[in-house]
């Protein structure tokens, strides 16, 4: 074994160009930020005319960073699941308990750790797909462009706010590096992260599983075995998505007696609703649009039509692992009898920027890209905190 490996884990110093891959996202990542800042602006001295009836938009407005799922995070991180009652358990606990070590190691009040949590590991998400994609690709020029698409995409925002889908990235995308570059332990640690951050997290399985059976050895080693070593890491980067999930809801059934109450609680008709065939949703909320009914539902269909097409790119352009980790979320994404907070799930299925950073269109027109993206943001953010779409 080399000196800079332990167990077969690679040492931190191995991961390929961090230190200059956070200096290349820094101004995106910033960006991003300035456009949240914008539309808060915009957000608070328009809530008056946009929403002149409606308290709860005026208090979410003034909740700023904290306001929508971040709020259930920000008590969950400062009393516990216990106090804050039975609708926070279908929060997974990772995230929140990261601000709270967060906030006992600072003093940070427990909003603020909240929010320096989701900020920081989208910052160094952002740094793991430049990494990814530059290792892919070998273009450098498609990972800046990646990188870009994801910070201002339409629910971007919640990169901004104090929600999970910053941890989830850094999770998402690290495993992925380490399952394309063979580090099974690496890629097991974050897969078990994944699945303590969000239900979603599970679906690293599906990667997992493909790259160890693209590595599988198409001989044998002495003895007729493959190396003793391989055989375990490769399957902890299978399984331990589940185990990250699968503690967590071992934990709320000795808690609270159901462990699949978090699951039960986030199919109730004001989250996601009950489950239904993929797609069924999106052509319930085209219908209905149609006919002048739950227009808001109907915005969403445009986004789906969208996902669907990248999706076909990814397939074409970028390895199997990849397009068939983006069509299990697009398919957990579409089995809501509601879109609500659709863009937001989609853009886990972070391949489909990585395709859409790739077509031809973008590539040509990087700066006008780049500058209709950080606009659309703005309107999503604005349409958030006043209340209009649900993040």
């Known amino acids: 074994m080399s000196a800079g490996a332990v167990a077969g884990i690679p040492v931190v110093r191995r991961w390929p160009g961090m230190t200059g891959a956070l200096r290349r996202v820094v101004a995106p990542w910033l960006a991003a930020r300035a456009a949240v800042a914008v539309a808060a ?26 306001a929508w799922d971040a709020g259930w995070y920000e008590a969950i991180a400062r009393h516990g699941y216990a106090a804050v009652g039975v609708q926070s358990v279908r929060f997974f606990p990772l995230f929140p308990l990261m601000a709270r ?6 003093g940070l009040g427990a909003g603020l750790a909240v929010v320096a949590v989701a900020n920081v590991c989208a910052l160094v998400g952002l740094a793991l797909l430049d990494v990814l994609v530059r290792q892919d690709t070998g273009d450098p020029r498609w990972a800046r462009r990646a990188v870009w698409l994801l910070a201002l995409a339409p629910a971007g925002y919640t990169y901004v706010f104090g929600y999970a889908e910053g941890l989830l990235l850094l999770c998402t995308v690290g495993a992925f590096v380490a399952l394309r570059r063979r580090w099974w332990w690496w890629a097991a640690a974050a897969g078990l992260a994944a699945g303590a951050v969000r239900p979603l997290g599970v679906l690293l399985a599906v990667p997992a599983v493909l790259e160890v059976w693209a590595a599988r050895p198409r001989g044998r080693g002495p003895g007729g075995l493959v190396a003793a070593p391989a055989v375990p890491a490769r399957m902890a980067a299978v399984v331990a998505p589940f185990a990250g999930a699968g503690a967590y809801l071992l934990w709320v059934g000795h808690r609270f007696g159901d462990p699949l109450l978090p699951l039960r609680v986030q199919e109730q008709g ?5 489950l239904t065939v993929p797609l069924v949703g999106a052509w319930d909320a085209l219908v209905s649009g ?19 097409v990248l999706l076909v790119v990814v397939f074409r352009r970028l390895p199997a692992s990849y397009a068939w980790f983006a069509s299990a979320v697009l398919a957990v994404s579409l089995t809501s009898t509601n879109l609500d907070s659709f863009e937001r799930y989609a853009t886990g299925a972070f391949p489909l920027v990585v395709a859409a950073a790739g077509t031809a269109v973008v590539r040509r027109h990087p700066r006008t890209t780049v500058v209709g993206a950080a606009g659309i943001m703005v309107l999503y953010t604005v349409a958030a905190m006043v209340g209009v779409v649900v993040p």
């Open 41 to 66: 602006g915009v957000a608070r001295a328009g809530v008056v005319w946009l929403r002149p009836h409606d308290q709860a938009a005026v208090t979410r407005v003034h909740q700023g960073l904290l």
């Open 101 to 106: 070590g967060l906030s006992w190691a600072t």
């Open 270 to 274: 004001g989250h996601r609703g009950s």
């Open 290 to 308: 149609l006919h002048g009914r739950h227009l808001g539902e109907a915005a969403h269909v445009p986004w789906v039509v969208l996902a669907v």
